[in-house]
């Protein structure tokens, strides 16, 4: 045990780093205790690296709980109107359910014209420092990116509702419109006008007048929530926080082929930026016109012309079989990739079993062929 002892005390000496003594010449701020001196100018990197990881760590802290707080605010503000409106209207516990530190979500059934509701909040990343900073350089690059707490009310309608007829409709903040495009495949079969119904600053996305016609004047004349859509849609206290409101058959992303029947749904998609816990009361009047909406599309679906019905109809019918040619297509690509493949891999196959001065024949054969073909393109050019 001793000589181990020895071996540890000659180990300790050798990688013990030399005593530097203080240098006289330091003029800065000086802590001196018995035989130790703390110069704090001789830290200096050390220092901005332990400020760095407090600052993030307060900002983790209080980040994570203005998050949670402010998706839970807007919950509270709700919560009655999701108990009327649901026999399920959230978890067992009434709050909602977390997935990681920027997503919060509402899982809601149980209601007539409605299979499912989706809540979804996808919030800043106030607790985390490093990407606040990336998402502050975005900003200054890309004119139109935006980083906010967003809100999306997905519900899943039952087939019936809107009646027979299939259609995309939808209101946009005109702030949000370019963005709205880009994310949604099913906004590229509308075209945009401005309503007299509406302020300035929304505009209608549609696929004819006489939907929008035909559902502004279902709306103006139904006895539920629905009436007061415009109205709450056009309040100046709504406004800040509206993005879009779509009613759509088709799917958000563009699908790899055409549907089935069974596979195409009814999606009404309120989106909205979450308001302050302060001003989570503000969007309650825009959620129950929406619901509103939901009963009168169910109900009283707006009454379209045949021609509008036969447009409609022409143009998925057309969507359809564009989907079918590209995905074909796609098919056939990746057949012959796959075939190509196959050969190529016979080929080496065959040509490792050659010897090394057949190897270099065939090199020069392909290498001959290659040139022959590329003098012939350059002749035809």
């Given at each position: ?105 509402i899982f809601s059934t149980g209601r007539r014209y409605v299979k499912t509701l989706h809540s979804t909040f996808e919030m800043r990343p106030l607790h985390d420092l490093l990407q606040l900073i990336v998402n502050f350089g975005w900003g200054l690059y890309f004119f139109d990116y935006k980083s906010e707490d967003v809100l999306q009310l997905d519900f899943h309608l039952q087939p019936s509702v809107g009646g027979p007829s299939s ?215």
């Open positions: 045990m001793s000589v181990l002892n020895q071996y540890a005390a000659i180990l300790g000496k050798a990688l013990q780093p030399p005593y530097v003594p203080p240098s006289d010449q330091y003029n800065g701020l000086e802590f001196k205790w018995w035989k130790f001196a703390f110069r704090p100018a001789e830290y200096r990197t050390e220092g901005y690296l332990v400020a760095f990881l407090l600052a993030y760590l307060i900002t983790w802290f209080f980040g994570s709980r203005t998050i949670s707080q402010k998706a839970k605010a807007w919950l509270k503000a709700h919560r009655s109107l999701y108990g009327a409106q649901f026999s399920k209207p959230s978890p067992a516990n009434g709050e909602l359910v977390q997935d990681g530190f920027t997503s919060y979500f259609w995309v409709w939808a209101i946009v903040n005109k702030n949000y419109l370019n963005q709205s495009r880009q994310e949604r495949w099913d906004l590229s079969f509308t075209k945009t006008s401005d309503h007299p119904s509406l302020p300035i600053t929304l505009t209608v996305m549609t696929e004819a007048a006489d939907v929008t016609d035909a559902l502004f004047k279902s709306i103006s004349s139904s006895n539920t929530q629905a009436k007061n859509l415009l109205t709450a849609i056009s309040d100046p206290a709504v406004q800040p926080y509206f993005h879009s409101l779509i009613i759509t058959d088709q799917p958000g992303e563009r699908p790899k082929t055409a549907l089935n029947a069974d596979e195409k749904e009814r999606h009404l998609v309120l989106t909205l930026t979450v308001p302050p816990a302060s001003k989570a009361a503000d969007t309650l009047p825009l959620v129950q016109a929406v619901f509103g909406l939901v009963d009168l599309l169910g109900g009283n679906p707006p009454q379209l012309r045949p021609d509008t019905k036969n447009k409609l109809r022409k143009m998925r019918e057309d969507v359809d079989v564009e989907l079918k040619k590209d995905a074909e297509k796609e098919k056939r690509e990746q057949e012959e990739d796959a075939k190509r493949s196959e050969k190529a891999k016979k080929k080496e196959e065959k040509i490792a079993k050659l010897s090394a001065a057949e190897q270099k024949k065939l090199l020069e054969k392909d290498q001959k062929r290659a040139f022959r073909k590329a003098q012939g393109k350059m002749v035809k050019k």
